[in-house]
């Protein structure tokens, strides 16, 4: 084990134990070196490493404390859809909140983890939804939603607009292009948050994002037995925790 892993692993322990509880500052570099008898640089790799992974934050010229755990919320995991008046929804949880700034619309080339749900090839045309919802009385960003819909099927069509109306895109599918009574399936994930995410969601370093994807299948019309829509839900991983009943079997 390299230098730097030992001392970020000895750390990472006494934070975990409460050596060093959180809010509390570490050692400062030279006093690190010294109790490990080890490089600045062995020292300042250490720290980064703790730093990705969420359990240290540096303060400009104060130091590094050890992370505060995030709050979370609750996110109960439905296995069913539920429906107020502004349409379908998928999670009580989240029910009441709501675009922050208008959707964006656009075409683009279908990513590659995207295109086996949508039983593309990677690279096909499809339109993109995205999303920034949260409270709307705080305006904290809460999840970010990103809807892949196959070009064949969405240019031309209301899909394609920033404004679908009311029951947004769902009530469009079922009531207007006479796909049917839809039907939703889902996966939760996790992954690496890029940029753009730990800006829009404020996340700490090394905080990863919790992934909710739903694909959305029409049952009747031009795209009966077709995935229409991919959806991508993105959550602050430390702030949410997905819940769900354990019941016996008979």
């Given at each position: ?134 409270d709307p009385e ?76 739903r694909t959305t ?34």
């Amino acid at each position: 084990m390299a230098l730097w892993h030992q001392v970020a692993q000895a750390l990472r322990e006494a934070i975990t134990t409460g050596v060093y509880p959180p809010g509390s500052k570490i050692p400062r570099e030279e006093e690190l070196e010294e109790q490990y008898g080890v490089s600045r640089t062995t020292v300042r790799r250490a720290v980064a490493q703790l730093t990705t992974e969420g359990l240290l934050t540096p303060v400009r010229r104060g130091g590094t404390t050890v992370r505060q755990p995030a709050e979370r919320s609750t996110l109960t995991l439905d296995t069913q859809v539920w429906r107020d008046e502004l349409g379908y929804y998928f999670s009580q949880t989240v029910q009441n909140l709501r675009a922050l700034q208008p959707p964006t619309v656009s075409e683009g080339p279908c990513p590659p983890d995207v295109a086996p749900l949508l039983g593309l090839a990677v690279g096909d045309p499809v339109v993109i939804r995205d999303r920034v919802m949260g409270d709307p009385e705080s305006g904290r960003v809460a999840q970010l939603a990103t809807s892949y819909l196959p070009s064949d099927l969405a240019v031309g069509t209301v899909l394609a607009q920033a404004d679908t109306g009311p029951g947004g895109i769902y009530d469009r599918m079922e009531t207007d292009l006479g796909w049917g009574r839809l039907d939703w399936e889902g996966v939760i994930t996790a992954r690496a948050a890029t940029p753009e995410e730990t800006n829009l969601l404020q996340l700490a370093p090394g905080v990863p994002v919790l992934c909710v994807i739903r694909t959305t299948i029409a049952t009747a019309g031009a795209a009966e037995g077709r995935v229409v829509e991919a959806n991508i839900t993105c959550r602050d991983a430390s702030g949410f925790e997905v819940r769900y009943p354990i019941r016996r079997t008979p």
